[in-house]
């Protein structure tokens, strides 16, 4: 028959439990009406300033930038550079940069707090940016100002730092998915990018903000996919093949693009004069560029459709355009996004490579690739992956793309430290991990990891009788540090440690009995419990060990779990990592 310990232990959860979830996903559904609202503002908003800037009217309607201004196309996207760097040095340097990245520095290291000076500047600047020409996307500046939406009615309510997380998540990934259409692939980014933790406290409220800017697309942009393809036949092992090489080349370009991107950074970095003039100079970049090919200009989704189809003219020229340009503006600091000119530089270069692939189809090469180069440089594959699916609805891409999207991104990991949206973090001084691994302590139970041979003391010791003890270097009790006090019944009452005998010798009398050394608060933990449940308790507590006692009787004492117990959970994992002596072991370089 089980023991009473054991039974109990079903208590222990798949995932965290919280009741909030429910409260949250509400919240979560005005989050998410309110970011897809905020999308559908901000395209019209960029289409406001592309027809001023670009043909001289005041309309909303949808339209792209040209070079039909001749010389004076230099000088739009500069004057568009100058007021960005007004409005960033006068009003908040937060809406400089991609917006993913400010995203996650807010998460990880703002407690999830944005301003209402960014949710209203951000999508200003990055308006007025692809508006005057800039090379950019809008989904970041969408991200990061439903994000600021997100944050900014959380703390409306006084909500704990992680639903605002949550929450803050929530708006920006439903204002992704209410511009492309793409609502798994916008939470896939959650995962992959921004919640960094897999818990349905939050994977769940995100879902349903998600859903909801799906319903509320429908009527503010209209039902389908965003570039809708005729379906593929289903892949070949030839291209399977060839999704491979692509894949590589794209990992390759996916590398030398955050070069390119930091780079320029670093260059601006030297100029003698003030970072608000630094997007003036990176306009006359893109104006440049635009003259050269004027397709490289704006967000670009025409060009996008026409990869897709097959229908491209000279996708060399605008590769090589567009990617410089986009990597002089963002390296001077201007605001715009990196998602639209990755899917076009990624499909411009399937075109490219299409002569020297099988399946002579630049549309099919198009779609691999820029999926490829997505996965590659945000370091998100799977998000690439579905991304390009939803975007499309050709499911027959699949394989390819799985494929594609794993070499690039396998590609990245192993030759780039970190990847073009964490290097902007990093360079700020902080460290992003993007490793999402179960914490052993929440694997291992209390009575796998204490010691057993715990050490007592009565309560009525005297205290020299327990100085000499440790002064006599008892192995047991050295090890320790501190001993469990009990009454006459042996039932745990309190702790003493080796700190509180040394403190009271310099006071007290020898005949002290110990009870008015230790602590006779005991805190406890059971056997049947997680590690991480006990530390938690540790830290509430500030105390560094606790007595394990029985669940059934809490007067039995079963164990002491101390620091170096709760060390040894730790090196449990590292023995896990450690490859076995044998023919494929080789030895890791050490890291300079």
């Not at 909500?159 to 793409?182: D, I, P």
């Amino acid at each position: 028959m089980p023991s009473t310990d054991d039974r109990a232990g079903d208590r222990l959860s798949d995932f965290t439990r919280d009741r909030r979830i429910g409260l949250v996903s509400l919240l979560a559904v005005v989050a998410g009406i309110l970011s897809a609202g905020v999308a559908w503002a901000l395209l019209r908003l960029i289409a406001l300033f592309t027809n001023l800037a670009f043909h001289h009217r005041l309309s909303v309607a949808p339209a792209e930038p040209d070079g039909h201004l001749g010389w004076a196309l230099l000088l739009v996207p500069s004057i568009g550079g100058l007021v960005i760097g007004l409005i960033a040095r006068y009003g908040t340097d937060r809406v400089r940069g991609h917006g993913i990245p400010e995203a996650i520095e807010a998460i990880l290291f703002g407690r999830s707090r944005m301003s209402l000076k960014v949710a209203l500047l951000k999508p200003l600047t990055s308006a007025i940016a692809i508006g005057t020409g800039g090379p950019f996307g809008a989904e970041g500046p969408i991200i990061m100002t439903g994000g600021a939406v997100g944050s900014l009615f959380a703390q409306l309510f006084h909500l704990a730092a992680h639903e605002r997380r949550t929450l803050l998540v929530s708006g920006a990934v439903a204002g992704m998915c209410a511009v492309f259409g793409t609502p798994l692939a916008a939470v896939l980014l959650a995962v992959e990018l921004l919640l960094f933790e897999w818990r349905p406290r939050s994977f769940i409220p995100v879902a349903v903000a998600v859903a909801t800017a799906s319903i509320v697309r429908v009527p503010l942009f209209g039902p389908g996919p965003l570039f809708p393809v005729p379906p593929h036949p289903p892949v070949a092992a030839a291209v399977m093949f060839g999704a491979l090489g692509l894949g590589l080349a794209c990992g390759a370009a996916s590398g030398l693009l955050t070069q390119l991107v930091y780079g320029f950074e670093d260059l601006f970095e030297r100029l003698p004069f003030h970072w608000m003039w630094w997007p003036t100079l990176g306009g006359l970049a893109v104006g440049v560029g635009g003259m050269i090919d004027p397709r490289a200009l704006g967000v670009g989704y025409g060009n996008i459709h026409d990869l897709l189809h097959g229908q491209l003219a000279h996708p060399v020229t605008l590769l090589l355009v567009k990617a410089l340009i986009w990597a002089v503006a963002l390296g001077s600091g201007t605001s715009g996004g990196v998602l639209a000119p990755l899917l076009m530089m990624g499909g411009a270069l399937g075109a490219v490579a299409t002569p020297w692939l099988p399946a002579a189809d630049p549309g099919l090469w198009a779609a691999i690739g820029m999926s490829a180069l997505m996965g590659g440089t945000m370091r998100s594959p799977l998000t690439a992956i579905v991304f390009s699916i939803e975007l499309t609805h050709d499911l027959n891409l699949l394989p390819a793309l799985l494929v594609s999207c794993l070499a690039a991104h396998g590609f990245t990991v192993l030759v780039l430290r970190r990847s073009i949206l964490t290097e902007k973090v990093a360079r700020r001084g902080r460290h992003v991990a993007r490793e999402y691994a179960v914490d052993p302590l929440l694997l291992l139970r209390v009575g796998e990891v204490m010691d057993r041979g715990v050490q007592t003391v009565r309560l009525e010791t005297p205290l020299a009788e327990l100085a000499d003890r440790l002064h006599r270097n008892d192995p047991d009790t050295a090890r320790r540090g501190a001993l469990v006090l009990v009454d006459r019944r042996d039932t745990p009452v309190g702790m003493v440690t080796r700190g509180d005998v040394m403190r009271a010798l310099e006071g007290a009398t020898p005949e002290m009995p110990i009870v008015d050394v230790g602590n006779d608060d005991l805190i406890v933990a059971h056997p049947d419990e997680t590690v991480h449940e006990a530390v938690e308790r540790m830290l509430r507590h500030g105390v560094g060990r606790l007595a394990v006692v029985s669940r059934g009787d809490p007067g039995v004492l079963v164990g002491y779990l101390g620091r170096a117990e709760v060390l040894q959970a730790r090196l449990r994992t590292l023995e896990d990592e450690q490859p076995e002596p044998g023919w494929l072991t080789w030895k890791e370089r050490t890291p300079s």
